[in-house]
């Protein structure tokens, strides 16, 4: 499975502020996601970076709030924008090899987020 | 809109015990995978199922698929305190779609002594 990173692995940032997060992976990968864990809860998925055209979001999320890059196959960013304490949470970069009809998908270390 | 479902959603045993975590699913699917999750730790993928009828084990852990019923079960055999996490499953969203998993509302297992 491919080796992924996050940084940073956390930050306290102050409401209406922007955190970018970045995510690097050891191969090309076809498939990047990005997710969003809450205090407790499970996984959402936010959008799924692609590579050379804008990002996929996924219903509640929106591009001005949470803007991704995706400049290349092992590289993506994520911008938390004009932060709330809302959104305080984990957010995590995924990747799918999509081998032998799979979709499963390998997972980055985190980015735990706290606004005050 | 797909949902996926975790029951129980706390489960504490005692080592050596037996124990199923389920996970439905309201849509089909013919995809699943299970992860753990320790605390303040990333998620790492434990079974990957791909069809009806599919049976992964590891360890004390075996998971096993029901397309038809739209469930999966994760069954732990003599349970240790080192089995002790968060188990979610997720589901590929709709068949032929592309690697997008809905995940389920985990379970949190607590092994004790």
């Known amino acids: 499975s491919a080796v992924i990173s996050q940084k940073p692995s956390r930050d306290i940032c102050q409401r209406g502020t922007s955190l970018t997060i970045q995510c690097q992976v050891d191969s090309q990968v076809t498939m990047m996601f990005w997710y969003r864990q809450q205090p407790g809860q499970s996984l959402t998925l936010i959008a799924t970076a692609n590579q050379g055209s804008e990002a996929t979001y996924e219903s509640g999320f929106v591009i001005d709030k949470f803007p991704i890059s995706r400049p290349n196959l092992t590289f993506s960013t994520l911008t938390v924008s004009n932060m709330s304490p809302e959104d305080s949470s984990i957010y995590l970069c995924?990747?799918?090899?999509?081998?032998?009809?799979?979709?499963?998908?390998?997972f980055g270390p985190g980015t735990r987020l706290t606004v005050l | 809109e797909l949902k996926v479902e975790q029951n129980p959603l706390f489960l504490s045993m005692q080592e050596g015990k037996n124990y199923t975590i389920y996970c439905n699913y309201s849509t089909t699917s013919d995809r699943l995978y299970w992860y753990r999750q320790d605390p303040g730790k990333s998620l790492e993928s434990l079974f990957v199922l791909l069809s009806n009828g599919a049976v992964k084990q590891e360890g004390r852990l075996m998971a096993s698929l029901d397309t038809k019923a739209r469930l999966s079960t994760l069954h732990i055999t003599a349970a240790v305190h080192d089995l002790s996490a968060t188990y979610f499953c997720a589901v590929d969203r709709a068949r032929g779609a592309t690697n997008k998993l809905i995940f389920g509302t985990g379970t949190l297992l607590a092994v004790q002594p």
């Open positions: 995924s990747v799918g090899t999509g081998l032998a009809g799979s979709n499963e998908q390998f």
